[in-house]
């Protein structure tokens, strides 16, 4: 990964990949991937999210975001408004966009979702009090060296039916980040 700021905004401004053409009609989700550089090195910022029925996310730990709303500009705004929302962090003031990641498909349980995430990278410029609301239990900061070390690899046994998989997971301070919060900073620790 660039470690340094002007790495990574020299990273994140590579061209995307073009998005396949049946995620035209798919719903639109983004979440906000905010970093904070300090002389360890970067880190991101991640919530718990609480405990939901019907949420297929429930518990898990994220990024801050969701579904775009109609009065949403663009997904950016998106990114901003739910991190506001669910951790209250305003990156309109305590942020600045560095760039994005390419959009993903959703998952859950295994199985594509009609829903994709777009990932948007931003630079926390302020420090700031985090105000969760009931979505969120815990906002918290992963060092990303330490992610990248492999001093936090751990699998995670993850169910489905009678079957019983391992997934490449880190455990940090209670947290287990798997699925697709964990892809999504394997690829921005890939970017070169």
Do not use: C, N
């Not at 739910?82 to 994005?100: C, I, Q, Y």
């Not at 390419?102 to 926390?124: E, N, Y």
Request: aromatic share 8%.
């Amino acid at each position: 990964m660039p470690w340094t700021l002007a790495q990574l905004e020299s990273a994140l401004a590579a061209p995307l990949p073009p998005e396949p053409a049946h995620w035209a009609s798919a719903r639109r989700s983004a979440v906000a991937i905010v970093l904070r550089f300090t002389a360890e090195g970067p880190h991101v910022l991640l919530m718990q999210r609480a405990a939901r029925e019907g949420d297929r996310w429930s518990g898990q730990v994220s990024f801050p975001g969701g579904r775009a709303e109609p009065h949403d500009l663009d997904l950016l705004h998106t990114a901003r408004r739910e991190t506001l929302e669910e951790v209250g962090l305003d990156l309109a003031t305590h942020g600045r966009p560095l760039g994005r990641l390419p959009t993903r498909q959703a998952v859950a349980r295994g199985g594509p979702l009609d829903l994709t995430i777009s990932p948007f990278v931003f630079a926390q410029e302020r420090d700031a009090d985090f105000t969760l609301s009931e979505e969120a239990t815990r906002a918290f900061w992963l060092p990303l060296p330490l992610a990248q070390s492999g001093a936090l690899d751990a699998p995670f046994e993850y169910s489905r039916g009678d079957a019983i998989f391992k997934l490449p997971s880190w455990r940090y301070d209670g947290h287990t980040i798997w699925g697709m919060t964990f892809e999504m900073l394997r690829a921005l620790m890939g970017l070169r």
